[in-house]
């Protein structure tokens, strides 16, 4: 049975999931009007400032200097590269095909645990690896008909975030997730304004393109809390397979809303990524289940002497 701390961590991770879909697909309808520059600033200035209301009612502001520690000011610098990648890929290839690639984010993880955590790694998840990065290449298509070169952004996009979520596991408990929201999101609208310029410069905002910003900046925050409390309370191999959640809206926002028609290549890719992902955390909560009944067995006990034995 799931510890209650994984069970929270799967929860607060379903929750982030279907905030960041729903916050993707807004973001994605302005993205024909808007450049991302401009998204990230105005979406990041309205969560900005309601993170800090937030987390002043709740106390949980700390001085500057708590969030300029070196492990925050890292997972910050990947969650912008994540951030512009990511929208970047939005506003070019299809929305179902962008949430497909990203289901290969677990795989990341688990790939980033063994090799930075010294997480142990045994051969059928190391191949389990393979075969789901294989499947990205199936919904990359990799051939000169097939393959959108901004699908790339995507894979950049899996990698900041990975690298994000392994690095917000080793951030001290101390520093409330609200801090480390919050100062994300300020970072994140400080450099989207300063690129507005070389990316497009200002447009006009209207109310098409203004209110889906506002609901997405809400969502955003729902998803930065969520996500931090997933990976700080849950163990990763457990919490990770639940963003596979994203998928199911990706496919229906992609289908009813952006009138979507994925192709075989998009389903079968996906496939292998989610099974490959299923199998590798099963493997590893097997190995961490005989783990424990190996701990938990009683110490063999040496052969006593008698007065027999010594005769």
């Given at each position: 049975m799931a510890s209650p701390e994984n069970t929270r961590g799967a929860l607060y991770?379903?929750?982030?999931?279907?905030?960041?879909?729903?916050?993707?697909?807004?973001?994605?309808?302005?993205?024909?009007?808007l450049s991302v520059a401009q998204i990230i600033t105005v979406r990041g200035v309205?969560?900005?400032?309601?993170?800090?209301?937030v987390a002043r009612r709740?106390?949980?502001?700390?001085?500057?200097?708590?969030?300029?520690?070196?492990?925050?000011?890292?997972?910050?610098?990947?969650e912008i590269g994540a951030t512009l990648t990511f929208i970047s890929a939005l506003g070019q290839i299809d929305f179902a095909n962008v949430t497909s690639i990203m289901q290969s984010?677990?795989?990341?993880?688990?790939?980033?645990?063994?090799?930075?955590?010294?997480?142990?790694?045994?051969?059928?998840?190391w191949a389990a690896i393979l075969v789901g990065f294989f499947g990205v290449l199936i919904i990359l298509r990799p051939t000169a008909d097939g393959f959108a070169s901004a699908s790339l952004l995507v894979v950049a996009a899996v990698f900041f975030t990975s690298s994000r979520d392994l690095v917000t596991r080793r951030i001290v408990a101390d520093v409330p997730s609200l801090t480390i929201t919050l100062f994300t999101a300020a970072a994140n609208t400080i450099v989207g304004g300063f690129l507005i310029v070389p990316?497009?410069?200002?447009?006009?905002?209207?109310?098409?393109?203004?209110?889906?910003?506002?609901i997405a900046a809400l969502l955003?925050?729902?998803?930065?809390?969520?996500?931090?409390?997933?990976?700080?309370?849950?163990?990763i191999s457990f919490v990770a397979p639940f963003r596979y959640t994203s998928l199911i809206w990706g496919l229906v926002l992609g289908i009813l809303f952006f009138g979507e028609r994925p192709d075989a290549f998009v389903y079968v890719?996906?496939?292998?990524?989610?099974?490959?992902?299923?199998?590798?955390?099963?493997?590893?909560?097997?190995?961490?289940r005989e783990a424990m009944a190996r701990s938990q067995q009683p110490l063999p006990q040496g052969p006593t002497m008698s007065m027999k034995d010594g005769s």
């Open positions: 991770m379903s929750l982030a999931m279907a905030s960041f879909t729903f916050n993707d697909a807004l973001v994605k309808s302005v993205t024909s009007s309205m969560t900005t400032v309601l993170v800090y209301f709740l106390g949980a502001l700390r001085r500057i200097a708590v969030v300029f520690q070196p492990l925050i000011l890292l997972r910050t610098f990947f984010l677990p795989l990341a993880v688990t790939l980033g645990a063994a090799i930075f955590l010294k997480e142990p790694v045994g051969w059928r998840r990316m497009g410069g200002w447009q006009p905002m209207t109310w098409e393109n203004f209110l889906p910003l506002v955003v925050f729902s998803g930065y809390q969520a996500v931090i409390m997933a990976m700080r309370t849950g163990e890719g996906a496939a292998i990524i989610i099974v490959s992902g299923l199998y590798s955390f099963y493997r590893e909560g097997k190995r961490r």
